[in-house]
C-alpha cells in the first residue's frame, strides 16, 4: 500500500497553521476534506498526529514532530528531484524557502532577489521572517532551506556574508555628542540594548571585561529603539548593520569595549540544497555588497 502524498502535504499545511480552519482556507478545500486526510494518514500509519488541548487548542504529538521534518524532508527531495531534471534541460524551476531577520531582509535580500529573478524567473522564492534564533530552528527543522542569522552558526554549515559590529545612538543634545566613543562601563545605567541576535557576543565581551550586564530596558526593534533614544530615556546601543535597516537623525557613536558579531547564511549541508538553493546562495555570496563590513 502506497502512501498518500496527498494527505502528507495536507498534514503539512495544518501542522503549519496548528489549525484546520486556516488550513483549509488558504487551500480552498473545505474543512470536513482537510480533516478526513488527516484522519486518514494517522490511520495509514496507526499514530496520533495532533492532539487538541482545551488550552493551547491543535498541538502535535512527539511523533507528529518526528513525523512533520520527515514529510518536510520528503517534500524538499521531491522539489530537488524536479529542479535537477529542469536543470538538465536547461530550465531551473521549483521554489525556495528563505529564513531572514528584518535587517538582512533590508540589506542583503532585494540585489540578490533581483539578479535571482532575471535569472531564473520560475523559480518562486517563499522569505519568512523572524530572529536569528526562530530561523536556526527552522533550518533544524526544514521549514527553511537556507537562512540568513547572525554568529554564532554552528552546528550548521554556513557561508560567512559580513562582519558586523555594535554602536551606541544619542540625539544631538546629548551631553556625549562631542565624545569619539562611548565606554559601557562608564554608562552601563544608561543603557538601552536592541535585542537581535547579538546577545551571546555581548554577554561575552562584557563577562571579559568585568562589566555587569544590567538589562533595566531592553527592546526588540530598532524602531523601538530610536523612539526611545529621542524621547532621552537612555543611550542606545544597536549593531550597525541592523541600523542601517531604518532612516533616523540621531548621532551614531563608537563603542568601548567594541562588540562584534558575524552575519552568514546557515544550511543543513550546502551539498544537499536544491539546485534552486545553490544558485542563490552562490549568487548572494557573490553579489552582496560588502561596504558594511568594517
Known sequence: MVMNMNNLELFMKVAEKMSVTEASRELFISQPAVSKAVKNLETYLNIKLFIRDKKNGLMLTEVGKEILV?????????????????????????????????????????????????????????????TSNQIKKWVEDRTVDMGIVASPFEPYEYKMLNKDYMVAII?????????????????????????????????????????????????????????????????????????????????????????????????????????????FINIMVSSYDSHYVN
Open 70 to 130: 520527515l514529510a518536510r524532508q520528503m517534500k524538499g527531495i521531491e522539489n530537488k528531484i524536479y529542479q535537477v531534471a529542469n536543470q538538465e534541460n536547461k530550465l531551473l524551476s521549483g521554489k525556495i524557502k528563505v529564513g531572514s531577520f528584518p535587517a538582512a531582509s533590508t540589506n542583503i535580500l532585494p540585489k540578490t532577489l533581483a539578479l535571482f529573478r532575471a535569472k531564473y524567473p520560475l523559480v518562486n522564492i517563499e522569505l519568512i521572517e523572524g
Open 171 to 279: 540625539p544631538d543634545n546629548h551631553n556625549l555628542s562631542q565624545e569619539k566613543r562611548v565606554n559601557l562601563k562608564k554608562h552601563q545605567a544608561d543603557i538601552i540594548f536592541c535585542k537581535g541576535g547579538h546577545e551571546i557576543a555581548i554577554s561575552k565581551v562584557f563577562q571579559n571585561n568585568n562589566i555587569k550586564l544590567k538589562e533595566s530596558l531592553t527592546v526588540q526593534s530598532a524602531e523601538t529603539l530610536i523612539s526611545m533614544v529621542k524621547n532621552d530615556l537612555g543611550i542606545g546601543i544597536i549593531s550597525n548593520f541592523t541600523l542601517s535597516s531604518v532612516s533616523h537623525n540621531l548621532i551614531i557613536k563608537e563603542i568601548s569595549p567594541r562588540i562584534t558579531r558575524h552575519i552568514g547564511i546557515i544550511t543543513h549541508t550546502f551539498n544537499e540544497v536544491t539546485p534552486a538553493t545553490k544558485e
